[in-house]
């Protein structure tokens, strides 16, 4: 898989693999021979951020908004500006949800580009957020700056209200959600468990290294790699 432009991003499931590169192209692959399904031109500039992949959808980050994809056609479905620099975006279920280094979180209706509702964190909301299915809720990480620490913040899915927030060290990884419990790595070199409906601390372990912005943990079969 060939591209002219700057370096890219790959995301893979069982419907097939997204590629986007930074010279403005999309391209649906599939995964068993490389063959590319469709490719589709972005206006903008493509960001190296990691396209999030939903059930028939596919949503990226432009240098200043998020597009949004169908995965059969690569047809655009809708488009948010943004105007600040885009972080991370994330879909599961029927919502897409945005967020930017100014803090900014965004989350609209999958298929339509409907805006449900807008929240400014009190930080940069540069990892991707995770969605929690099982309560309804978005999670996010809100880095506040050196030495100052970030905030793990929960929010309802539906009407954008804060659930509960937490205070963590910075330098915190991505959240994720596995069944009702937050996980995420935090700047003390500990991997932290919360509950998805509290915020209660349900556990923490050491781990070997430091985390950032850009480490997801992957959650298997109840387990958690990071």
Do not use: C
Request: hydrophobic share 45%; glycine share 16%; charged share 20%.
């Amino acid at each position: 898989l060939e591209s002219t432009g700057g370096p890219g991003a790959l995301a893979v499931d069982d419907e097939g693999a997204i590629a986007v590169f930074g010279n403005h192209e999309v391209l649906g692959v599939d995964p068993d021979d490389g063959d590319v399904r469709w490719r589709t031109e972005v206006a903008s500039r493509v960001l190296a951020g990691p396209p999030a992949l939903g059930e028939g959808v596919v949503a990226i980050l432009a240098d200043d908004g998020f597009e949004v994809f169908d995965r059969t056609t690569g047809g655009r479905l809708w488009r948010a500006d943004s105007p600040e620099i885009p972080s991370a975006v994330q879909t599961a279920g029927d919502v897409v949800v945005t967020a930017t280094y100014g803090g900014s979180l965004g989350v609209y209706e999958v298929r339509t580009g409907e805006r449900r509702w807008g929240r400014v964190g009190p930080g940069a909301a540069a990892a991707r957020p995770a969605l929690g299915a099982g309560a309804g809720a978005v999670v996010a990480v809100f880095e506040q700056g050196p030495g100052r620490g970030a905030v793990l913040t929960a929010f309802d899915v539906v009407s954008g209200a804060q659930r509960w927030a937490t205070q963590l060290e910075g330098g915190a990884s991505a959240p994720a959600v596995a069944g009702m419990t937050v996980i995420v790595g935090d700047g003390d070199r500990r991997i932290k468990g919360f509950d998805l409906a509290s915020g209660a601390p349900r556990w923490s372990v050491p781990s070997v290294g430091a985390f950032e912005s850009g480490l997801e943990p992957v959650v298997r079969d109840g387990r958690v790699v990071v």
